[in-house]
Structures are given as structure tokens and as C-alpha cells.
């Protein structure tokens, strides 16, 4: 079996903690906690496949977040459905580590159930396209799409 | 009107108005203003300085509650600000207690002479292992738990060894953490070093060592030595080197069998065995033995020497004129120095003794004894010092120089006073005295040549015996020259050897050899004493008639008289007596007729 890391990128309470939670415990609060530094994970996806995921905070702070990147396998970009601004963050990150675009990636865009506050417009596809073309409205909280997002993430790895 | 006079006012101050509205603008423009104000500020503060102090320390004068409220608005700046400064003080202060707290146990263990101490003690002696180390070993028990070899890189685990139940959490997710905390410990320390080296996890310990590709991160329980991180640092360097392929293909971690037969050497539990000693095969008491034995003999040895030493010091201490300053042992060789008075000679000195003197003049009584008798140059004379008070005492004879003598003794160092008790003996009688006294009997003569006494001459046997035993005293005798005259047998031949005869006329032939023979023994014994005289007495057997017995004895007398004169004897040395008859007889008896002799002396 073989261990894959995988970084989740984004925004401060954009939701990458509770995709995770729910991804390997299966698990949501409402409640926000702070990740502090990182957080990390593992599940294991099938029989050849482990994933270490990595669950990094301090996005916000340019520079601090790197050494976290280092020999990952692949990403999962965040962003808050929400808060459409989540997005520049992305931007900044890959400006910083633009070697981060040549690994697989899929992109999360979270809080999908909150469909009242959702403030998404076409234009924020076109972003997301140049970091991934796999993209999936998901909900940490009701789990929408979470699964699916994580194995096809692991597809594209193998 | 207004206009005549702004035309009137342009004329007369033009010039000052520009100035106004130059100086207005300054003031206006901050920009400016600064740096016109800025170019004063610091003479302006010295003038300031200068004419009021105070103003200086109200100026120096900062408010702690002001960095309160600094450090509270901006904690994390002072953090960066004053960990560079802050780590160093706290690592230096945590290794100097560190070192305070080995040297204590050192200290404490040293003290101890336990079996266990003592074999430890000879452990470090022997491997060269510091002692306090050794300790450590000993009494510290350990257990490594779990060896995560991990891709510094990624932070992905390469191998696990270790129990995995035990972990309550993954171990690919302990991996990964433990590179983000030293992520996180390097980024937030800023530390460019290795970063996170050590960590505690409740009671157990997570050491982390560093490598080029990958780490070391191994839990233990319990509290491990040095020694320990030795080795695993040397196995992560061989990793490194043996497995150099493996490491950087991540397709073979996690099933690579020799990788983990490595790291599984390094899960060693460390307890306060006792059977060590079997395993090591070290028999620790054999050597205990030998170091009694050598201690033992140590002690002996030593014993002897101090017994030897006191023996030399209480000898040289009592040789009197001896005075001993210093004693040493060099090489098997005692050496005293000391001062030495030149009479004394040392007597039994130790065979590794040797004596390095000076010379100086004692007082001591025993000395002074010697100096005395010295001079006396008497062995019968007894010399006896007390307290520096000499006394003198036997025979002396007291010969002329005895006074100069006395006088010599007075005034050597250290005779207070001299006493001088000897009793006067006569001086010894000389040859010549004793023979002016007691001359040498018969015909003896003394001549002593040299230490010999030569007598010669003629004495008798009992006379030259008494003689020769009365001058022995002067010295040896050498009587070989002496004749002989037996005095005692020739007198007695003489008394009885009467010479019969009958005729009155003459003397017969047989008579006359007779006499002849008497006379040569009387001559003999008279040249021993020459007023030896003889006396003659005349008998007969009283036959016939009595007048002509008297007649006859008469007649015979005078023969025999006649024969001794005619031969030398002086008259007066004869005496004579004629026995008379008083009755006669019938018989004839030859034997009772002649002359008898009789010498006397
Ligand atoms: N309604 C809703 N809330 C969410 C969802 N995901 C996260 N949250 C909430 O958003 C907040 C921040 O989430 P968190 O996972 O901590 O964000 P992180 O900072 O990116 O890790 C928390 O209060 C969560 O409960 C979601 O899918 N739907
Ligand atoms: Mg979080």
C-alpha cells in the first residue's frame, strides 16, 4: 500500500477541517475550531491506496504554509461557496508556489447546502478551471459530493 | 479706492508680503516645515539640554506601564524580537543544571563503595567509559517502543517498527505530524538548524534525529542515555548509506524487509539486568580478589616500611652525637641527613641505610665520655658524664703527665667540671730493685736482654724453680743455661756413704776412690755455697780395748781430715767428732769402723 500526501488548500474557514472530518470520521460541528499549524489524517482509500491528509492552516500568512507543501501528491483546493473572495486566496497561494499546478488537484467548492448565502458566479469557474478541472459543489455538512471528490482525487493520482 | 490702496500696499510691501506668503507656505506644508524644524531639532535639544537638566531626564524618562502596553498590542513582534536571545539563555541555563545535577550524582555515587560501585568503578577503568556513564546504564532502564523512519521530504513514513497497538494513532499520520511540527518548531523558532530534536509524550520521550533524506523518530520509554542516540544515529547514517535507493523510491517504502530488520535492532530494552555480568563475561570478583590481595599487600608493605623507618629513627635518635633532621626513602635506599659529631661511629646500621652527616661538636655525655677517655688513654680508668659533670674513677698510676692530662679534660666543650676520683697505685718494681732485694740464690746470675730475662749460672733444682717463678713478673724467663747442682741427692750420698775403713795409717786404695768420689760431691754442692762445710765423725766396732778403739778412731779422723785438706777444703770448714767407746765387744764388725760424713749447710 502506498501513502499519498495530500495538502488541503484555502481560505481560513473556508471548511477544509470539516471536509476532512467528514471525509475520514464521517463526522461535522457547527462549532469552528482554529486549526493550529496542521492537522493531519489518513484514510485509507482501497487496497494499493492510503491518503495522509494534510490539513494546513495560515494560509493567510504568505510564506508559512510552504514547508507543509513540500513532496505532496496532490491537492484539494477549498473554497467557501459563500465567500466568493475565498478564491483570491488560491491565486495568492499559487503565485507563491506555482510548482503546486503541475500536481493532480480537485477543488471543493464548500458550504454548498448553505444555498441561501451562496454568491457564486460564472467568472469564479474560470478561475478555478486554471488551478483544476475537477471541481464539486460539496457540503461538509450534509457530506454532499465529499466522498466523491476525495476518490476522484484518488483516480487521478493513480 | 480699495483698489488704489491694494495698488499702494502692492507698491510699499511687495517684497514682504512675498516673504509672508514664502513663510505661510512653509508652515503649511508639513513636508517643508519638517525639514526645516528637523534641522534644528538636534542643536535645539542640546541648547535645550544645556539650560535645563531636568529636562533631559524627563525626556530619558519611559514608563514601564508603556512596554506593558506594547508587549500586549504586539506580543508576537517581542516573541521574534526576543527569542533569539531568550533560547540561547534558557539552552545554556538547562545545561549548566544539567551538568550540576551529573556532577551531583557523580559525587553521590563515588561516595558509595558497594560491590556493584566498586564493579562499575573497574568497568570505567577498564573501557575508559566515564564513570557517571556507566552509572547511568546501570541504573537507568529504557525501552525503545517505536522506530518511525520518515521521508524528511514529505513527511511520508518509509518504515515502522514497534508495536502498532500501542500507537493511538496511525502511524502514516504520526509521521506526517511529526515533520509538521518540526515544520511548524522551524518556522515559528526560527530556527535554520535541524529543529525539533526532542519531545515528551506524558511519560515517554519522541526523539527525532535527522538525516539527509529522512528521520529518525523513535518513542521511548523511560529515561534513555546518550549512548542511545549514539546509535540510532549511527543506524540512521547507514540507512543513509546502505539503502541510499530505497529512500529515494517511495514504491519501495513500507515494504522493504532488510530496511526494517535495520531499524528493528534499534528497538532495545534497557533494564538494570543483573545477569549483565554472565552475558558480558565479566566475572566481577576474581578482580575484587586480586585488588584486596593488592591492597593487602599494599597495606603489608607499607607496614613494613613505616616499622623499618621508626627502627632507623629511634636508632639514629639514641646514637649519642647523632642528631637526626631528616629521613628519607629514595629507590629502596633510606637516607638520613643529620648532624654528626666526628667521635661516633655508627655500629649495626640497616644495610639500605646510608647517613649523610655534617660534622658538628656534640655535648651529649656519651660523647663527651669518649673524648675523656680519649685522653685518658687508660682502659682501667671509668669515665662517667652526668649532666655535663664528669668523675674519673679507678687506679692510676699517675704518671707525670696525668696532671697535663687533667688539664686537657678541663677544657674540653661540655666538661663542666671534672672530678677526679682515681686512687694512686705505686708504680710497678723494676728488676733491678726486686734483685737488690732478693738476690738470686745459689750461683745464679740475671741479665735481661731485651724482653728476655737470661739467668744462668749454677743453682739447684728448688732454688732455680722459686728464682724462675719469683721474676716471671718482669718478664720471660730463659733459664737454659743454668747448671743444675742437685744439692738434696748429693747430700744425701754424702750422709750416707761412710767410709768404712780399719787401717790408722793409711787409707786404702778402695778408701781413698771413696773418699775421692765424697770429695767431688762435697766440692760440687760448695760451689753452690762455698761456706758449705763438713763434718767428720769418727766410730768403731769398740773391740779390743776401749783406749785403743779411741786411739784408732782418732788416727782415722785425721787421715781422712788430712785427705780433704790436701784437696782443698778449707780446715775451718771441717768439723770433726770422734764417737768413744764406752763398752767393748767381742765381735768384729767392719761395717761399724771408719769415718762418717755429714755435710752441713
Ligand atoms: N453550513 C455549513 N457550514 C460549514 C460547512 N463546512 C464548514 N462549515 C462551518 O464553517 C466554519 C469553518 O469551518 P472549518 O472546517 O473549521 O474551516 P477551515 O478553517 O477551513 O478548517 C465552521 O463553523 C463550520 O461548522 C458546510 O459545508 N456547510
Ligand atoms: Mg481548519
Not at chain 2, 593488592?294 to 632507623?312: D, E
Request: with cysteine; hydrophobic share 40%.
Amino acid at each position: 500500500m502506498k501513502s499519498k500526501k495530500i495538502c488541503m488548500i484555502g481560505r481560513f474557514a473556508v471548511g477544509k477541517t470539516s471536509l476532512v472530518d467528514r471525509y475520514v470520521k464521517n463526522q461535522f460541528s457547527e462549532k469552528y475550531q482554529t486549526t493550529v499549524g496542521v492537522s493531519i489524517s489518513t484514510k485509507i482509500i482501497d487496497v494499493t491506496t492510503k491518503f495522509v491528509i494534510w490539513d494546513i492552516a495560515g494560509f493567510e500568512q504568505k510564506n508559512h504554509y510552504k514547508p507543509y507543501l513540500r513532496g505532496a501528491h496532490a491537492i484539494i483546493y477549498v473554497v467557501d461557496a459563500t465567500e466568493p473572495e475565498s478564491l483570491q486566496t488560491l491565486d495568492q497561494i499559487i503565485q507563491d508556489s506555482p510548482e503546486l499546478k503541475a500536481l493532480p488537484a480537485v477543488c471543493f467548492i464548500n458550504k454548498a447546502d448553505l444555498v441561501d448565502n451562496i454568491m457564486w458566479q460564472d467568472q469564479f469557474n474560470t478561475k478555478i478551471n486554471q488551478l483544476t478541472k475537477h471541481s464539486y459543489w460539496t457540503s461538509a455538512k450534509t457530506g454532499d459530493n465529499v466522498e466523491a471528490g476525495f476518490v476522484a482525487l484518488s483516480h487521478l493520482i493513480s | 479706492m480699495s483698489n488704489d490702496r491694494e495698488q499702494l500696499k502692492a507698491l510699499l510691501l511687495s517684497e514682504e508680503i512675498a516673504q509672508l506668503k514664502a513663510l505661510q507656505e512653509l508652515l503649511q506644508n508639513k513636508q517643508k516645515f519638517s525639514e526645516k524644524v528637523s534641522e534644528v531639532l538636534d542643536p535645539a535639544t542640546d541648547l535645550a539640554f544645556k539650560a535645563n537638566p531636568a529636562f533631559e531626564k524627563k525626556l530619558s524618562k519611559i514608563d514601564p506601564q508603556s512596554y506593558v502596553e506594547a508587549i500586549k498590542a504586539n506580543k508576537q513582534t517581542f516573541i521574534d524580537a526576543l527569542l533569539p536571545i531568550i533560547g540561547p539563555m534558557i539552552r545554556k541555563s538547562v545545561t549548566s543544571s544539567i551538568r550540576r545535577f551529573v556532577a551531583d550524582v557523580n559525587r553521590a555515587v563515588e561516595m558509595g563503595v558497594s560491590a556493584k560501585a566498586l564493579k562499575w568503578r573497574w568497568l570505567a577503568f577498564r573501557t575508559g567509559v566515564p564513570f557517571t556513564e556507566i552509572v547511568f546504564n546501570n541504573t537507568i532502564e529504557y525501552q525503545v517502543q517505536q522506530v518511525f523512519l520518515i521521508d524528511n521530504h514529505s513527511g511520508l513514513l518509509i518504515t515502522h517498527v514497534g508495536q502498532e497497538e500501542l500507537l493511538h494513532q496511525d502511524k502514516d499520520a504520526i509521521s506526517s505530524m511529526l515533520t509538521a511540527i518540526q515544520d511548524f518548531v522551524k518556522d515559528s523558532m526560527g530556527s535554520d538548524g535541524e529543529g525539533l530534536s526532542a519531545a515528551e509524550l506524558g511519560d515517554d520521550l519522541l526523539w527525532l534525529i535527522h538525516g539527509s533524506k529522512a528521520n529518525i523518530a523513535a518513542v521511548i520509554k523511560g529515561a534513555p542515555t546518550q549512548r542511545l542516540n549514539d546509535a540510532i544515529t549511527t543506524t540512521l547514517e547507514h540507512i543513509h548509506i546502505e539503502f541510499n535507493q530505497q529512500l529515494a523510491e517511495p514504491n519501495d517504502w513500507n515494504n522493504n524487509v532488510e530496511l526494517k530488520t535495520e531499524l528493528e535492532k534499534l528497538l532495545v530494552t534497557k533494564t538494570q539486568s543483573e545477569d549483565e555480568e554472565q552475558q558480558q563475561g565479566i566475572n566481577f570478583w576474581p578482580w575484587l580478589l586480586v585488588v584486596c590481595g593488592l591492597l593487602a599487600w599494599w597495606g603489608w608493605s607499607a607496614y613494613q616500611h613505616k616499622v623499618t623507618l621508626n627502627k632507623i629513627t629511634n636508632q639514629l635518635n639514641q646514637t649519642a652525637g647523632f642528631m637526626l633532621t631528616g629521613l628519607e626513602y629514595d629507590g629502596g635506599q633510606f637516607i638520613a641527613t643529620g648532624l654528626k659529631d666526628p667521635s661516633v661511629e655508627f655500629k649495626n646500621l640497616a644495610d639500605n641505610l646510608t647517613v649523610n652527616s655534617t660534622p658538628f661538636l656534640s655535648l651529649a655525655d656519651d660523647i663527651i665520655v669518649k673524648r675523656v677517655k680519649n685522653i685518658l688513654n687508660d682502659e682501667q680508668l671509668e669515665v662517667t658524664s652526668i649532666d655535663n659533670q664528669v668523675t674519673i674513677q679507678g687506679r692510676s698510676a699517675k704518671d707525670p703527665a696525668w696532671q697535663q692530662k687533667i688539664t686537657l679534660i678541663q677544657q674540653l666543650p661540655g666538661v663542666a667540671q671534672l672530678h677526679d676520683a682515681t686512687q694512686k697505685i705505686p708504680p710497678k718494681a723494676t728488676l733491678a730493685d726486686y734483685l737488690a732485694n732478693n738476690p738470686p740464690p745459689d750461683k745464679l746470675v740475671v741479665k735481661p736482654i731485651n724482653d728476655t730475662l737470661f739467668i744462668s749460672g749454677l743453682a739447684s733444682q728448688e732454688n732455680l724453680t722459686a728464682f724462675n717463678r719469683s721474676i716471671e713478673q718482669f718478664g720471660k724467663v730463659d733459664a737454659s743455661q743454668v747448671e743444675i747442682i742437685n744439692r738434696k741427692e748429693l747430700t744425701q750420698y754424702i750422709n750416707r756413704s761412710p767410709l768404712n775403713f780399719s787401717q790408722t795409717r793409711q787409707i786404702n786404695e778402695t778408701g781413698l776412690k771413696h773418699l775421692s768420689t765424697i770429695l767431688s760431691a762435697l766440692n760440687k754442692i760448695r760451689r753452690l755455697n762455698t761456706n758449705t762445710s763438713i763434718k767428720l765423725t769418727a766410730q768403731s766396732d769398740c773391740q779390743g780395748s776401749i783406749e785403743q778403739s779411741n786411739t784408732n778412731n782418732q788416727a782415722r779422723l785425721n787421715l781422712v781430715q788430712i785427705y780433704l785438706v790436701d784437696n782443698g777444703i778449707p780446715s775451718k770448714h771441717i768439723q770433726t767428732a770422734v764417737i768413744a767407746c764406752t763398752s767393748t765387744t767381742n765381735e768384729v764388725d767392719a761395717d761399724k769402723i771408719g769415718v762418717w760424713f755429714e755435710v752441713l749447710l
